[in-house]
């Protein structure tokens, strides 16, 4: 038997991404770089011969828009939103330029200031599980955020990821999830 699979994608790119501004959870709508990106990116995922079942994103605007252009190219309509699927929260620093930060120097900042990884972690792994129970046995197109992906996708797959670009996808099987949902804790160590 094959193993499902649950295919994230982070967004396109915002004016925000742009500027290296912390996005968070402030809803910053894509821009028209951010729409091709999302376009080229279903038509690269319609031409891989893969296939998905089940479109869902988090209720961001940049993400529902991009799941959206995605959904149009590989046949899919956004099934559903899932709220943690949402951004890490940096609270009072979202809006902060961190044009000037090394990726190592913004990780850490966002680190001090935001939700705590392990949060973020435990929230990931418990949405992805419940996308897993709300569509047992299907491969999962799930449009979210890149500190969200990152840091998730990274604790399932047992290995520090780099940051992502928008509009890059990330996939992890189903078994990868129950896994590290089932670990002490409900993460994986």
């Not at 940096?90 to 990780?107: L, N, V």
């Not at 972690?121 to 197109?141: E, F, K, S």
């Amino acid at each position: 038997m094959i193993d499902s699979s649950l295919s994230l994608i982070r967004h396109g790119q915002t004016d925000w991404n742009f500027a290296r501004w912390l996005q968070g959870r402030t809803d910053i709508p894509l821009n028209d770089t951010g729409r091709r990106q999302a376009r080229d990116v279903g038509r690269e995922l319609a031409a891989s011969g893969e296939h998905w079942d089940v479109l869902v994103s988090s209720p961001l605007s940049r993400a529902r828009e991009t799941a959206d252009i995605i959904g149009a190219e590989v046949g899919l309509k956004l099934s559903r939103m899932y709220d943690d699927l949402i951004e890490r929260s940096f609270g009072d620093i979202e809006g902060r330029d961190c044009s000037h930060m090394s990726e190592h120097e913004r990780h850490a900042f966002m680190e001090r200031h935001g939700e705590h990884t392990a949060d973020l972690v435990a929230r990931g792994v418990a949405v992805l599980r419940q996308i897993i129970d709300d569509y047992p046995g299907r491969n999962v197109m799930i449009v979210s955020h890149g500190s969200f992906i990152r840091l998730t996708a990274g604790h399932i797959m047992n290995r520090k990821l780099r940051s992502l670009e928008n509009g890059e996808v990330v996939t992890v099987t189903v078994e990868q999830v129950r896994q590290a949902a089932s670990a002490p804790g409900g993460v994986a160590n």
